[in-house]
């Protein structure tokens, strides 16, 4: 629930609000829809996603997924990216993208930071999105 008690839905580390209940299908729209003037927007069924539109004009604070070109899945956190390294005795540790930066994240399969060190020495890697898959920009 939100503060203004209302449903919120959290797909890949974004929340939505439930704009619209209708009788079929619900709407959802993104919580900074209005601050941020952000698009994205899910339809659900009984609970059941049936349609999404997750490009969002932001960044998110909390961890998502992201798929590369290659078929790769990072994770995403304040547009720094991590891959996957080993499990752990609490969740499963990611190493910062970039070689040689000593950063990581140890996250729970619902994707909550359980402990991290980011002191990146590097600015964000670049992205540009198109049709949900991302395309990293070489410098």
């Known amino acids: ?7 919120r839905l959290v ?7 439930k704009k619209r209940a209708g009788v079929m299908r619900d709407h959802w729209e993104c919580s900074t829809h209005h601050s941020k003037g952000c698009r994205a927007y899910v339809c659900t069924v ?7 539109h997750n490009q969002h004009t932001h960044g998110c ?24 390294n080993r499990k752990t005795p609490d969740g499963t540790r990611y190493l910062c993208s ?5 950063c990581w994240l140890v ?9 991290s060190s980011e002191q ?4 964000p890697p670049k992205f540009y999105v198109y049709n ?5 920009i070489k410098k």
């Open 46 to 52: 009984n609970d059941e996603i049936i349609k999404m």
């Open 98 to 102: 970039m070689r040689g930066c000593a």
């Open 107 to 115: 996250m729970t399969e619902d994707l909550q930071v359980v402990r």
């Open 1 to 7: 629930m939100t503060k203004r008690n209302r449903p």
């Open 61 to 84: 604070g909390s961890v998502r997924e992201i798929r590369l070109k290659s078929g790769k899945t990072l994770l995403m956190k304040s547009y720094y990216t991590y891959h996957r």
């Open 120 to 123: 990146h020495a590097h600015d």
């Open 132 to 136: 949900g898959i991302y395309f990293r």
């Open 11 to 17: 797909v890949s580390g974004f929340s939505f609000f």
